[in-house]
T-cell receptor, first 111, second 111 residues
């Protein structure tokens, strides 16, 4: 059984396009996150949602907009993609502000 | 935000040698977690340490939390090729609802 799933796994797109990444967790966790991992493997939190409400919004360009239709889903929409957005994006969920359960990641390549 | 330094950035060992990665913070931590990310994979939770001076073992892995709760180490005895990956520490600070990840230590094990 997949605990945290993300789609798509790979995303290749042109600069300026708008794209979305979807995340779903079936663990019943209240908190979900989006992380960005750059080419140097640095994991940086972008957003955190608790029960569909935004609780953390790190310094992220406002081209990135998370949406949580329910507590099992946290999607990430990116407008006007730039070259520097190329990275692996991980969704994660947590039963508390502790152990993170990561999804498989979405490798975004902006050409 | 919370700063955490993880060293070394990279280590290459021969199979059978030991390996240690360290995580240091300038502030007192409420807890520390360790994650492993295999190449091409996603971070996977290994363990959480909460108590001052705590030591936990998982087979060949030994995790320590410093007495002052400002540092931690992960030691692998007699590395195997299956240990290859990047090891991250992640720290929580009392009053904050998220974790801050270290930059990770990439371990390469040659047979």
């Amino acid at each position: 059984d997949t605990a945290v799933s993300q789609t798509p796994k790979y995303l290749v797109t042109q600069m300026g396009n708008d794209k979305s990444i979807k995340c779903e967790q079936n663990l019943g966790h209240d908190t979900m996150y989006w992380y960005k991992q750059d080419s140097k493997k640095f994991l940086k939190i972008m957003f955190s949602y608790n029960n569909k409400e935004l609780i953390i919004n790190e310094t992220v360009p406002n081209r990135f907009s998370p949406k949580s239709p329910d507590k099992a889903h946290l999607n990430l929409h990116i407008n006007s993609l730039e070259l520097g957005d190329s990275a692996v994006y991980f969704c994660a969920s947590s039963p508390s502000p502790d152990t993170q359960y990561f999804g498989p990641g979405t490798r975004l390549t902006v050409l | 935000g919370q700063q955490v330094m993880q060293i070394p950035q990279y280590q290459h060992v021969q199979e059978g040698e030991d390996f240690t990665t360290y995580c240091n913070s300038s502030t007192t931590l409420s807890n520390i977690q360790w994650y492993k990310q295999r190449p091409g994979g996603h971070p996977v939770f290994l363990i959480q340490l909460v108590k001052s001076g705590e030591v936990k073992k998982q087979k060949r892995l030994t995790f320590q939390f410093g007495e002052a709760k400002k540092n931690s180490s992960l030691h692998i005895t007699a590395t195997q090729t299956t240990d290859v990956g990047t090891y991250f520490c992640a720290v929580g600070v009392s009053g904050y609802s998220t974790l801050t990840f270290g930059k990770g230590t990439m371990l390469l094990v040659s047979p």
